[in-house]
């Protein structure tokens, strides 16, 4: 059973860079073709995909985040990280990882970890 | 972007009721649709991927339905354990996008 969990960063100062973890159990990151995918939810308001990272490294951002955002994968720790720059109160929110499907569309999300906020506050 | 409007955003209903939820997409998404349940505390877990297909494990009382712009998703006799929110996303383009969600409570 895949399961993932996220690291918890807790509360980042306004303009400084988020960074988050999230680790992959019950399987290898780097096999089966998937898309490894960030998504947040702000208090009271709706989900909103963030980006993703194949197995290959190709990446794919949110065009309204894609010049603060970062996703990498490091298979030797069998986990996929997320860096936003530049933050604000606007990105605070829970932020979910998630599983997205080996097809390049039509993409599902068959595996979520349990999501970690992240409040941004000085 | 592609918007999603859920509705109604939040139910009331008893054990055992049936139970439709709606999403509509602002544009043709074909059936590229899912559906997810989630539980306060708890990873978002798929329930139904492109409109009517079951996820692996997911009881057969739910169903999904539609094509297009429109999609329903069905209970068709709610359990204790199905009061969650439900969510509907589009995986036809990027950026995928969801519905504000659907919060199923208990009467």
């Known amino acids: 059973q895949v399961q993932l969990q996220e690291s918890d960063p807790g509360l980042v100062k306004p303009s400084q860079t988020l960074s988050l973890t999230c680790t992959v159990s019950?399987?290898?990151?780097?096999?089966?073709?998937?898309?490894w995918t960030w998504i947040r939810q702000p208090a009271g308001k709706g989900l909103e995909w963030i980006g993703r990272?194949?197995?290959?490294?190709?990446?794919t951002y949110n065009p309204s985040l894609k010049s603060r955002v970062t996703i990498s994968v490091d298979t030797s720790k069998n986990h996929f990280s997320l860096r936003l720059s530049s933050v604000t109160a606007a990105d605070t929110a829970v932020y979910y990882c998630?599983?997205?499907?080996?097809?390049?569309?039509?993409?599902?999300?068959?595996?979520w970890g349990q999501g970690t906020l992240v409040t941004v506050s000085s | 972007d592609i918007q999603m409007t859920q509705s109604p955003s939040s139910l009331s209903a008893s054990v055992g009721d049936r139970v439709t939820i709606t999403c509509r997409a602002s544009?043709?998404?074909?059936?590229?649709l899912n559906w997810y349940q989630h539980k306060p505390g708890k990873a978002p877990k798929l329930l139904i991927y492109?409109?009517?297909t079951l996820q692996s494990g997911v009881p057969s009382r739910f169903s999904g339905s539609g094509s297009g712009t429109d999609f329903t998703l069905t209970i068709s006799s709610l359990q204790p354990e199905d009061f969650a929110t439900y969510y509907c996303?589009?995986?036809?383009?990027?950026?995928?996008?969801f519905g504000r969600g659907t919060k199923l409570e208990i009467k």
């Open positions: 544009q043709s998404i074909i059936s590229y």
């Open positions: 492109t409109a009517s």
């Open positions: 019950g399987g290898s990151i780097s096999s089966g073709g998937y898309y």
């Open positions: 996303q589009q995986s036809y383009s990027i950026p995928y996008t």
């Open positions: 990272i194949h197995t290959s490294g190709s990446t």
């Open positions: 998630a599983r997205g499907g080996t097809s390049g569309i039509a993409s599902d999300f068959d595996y």
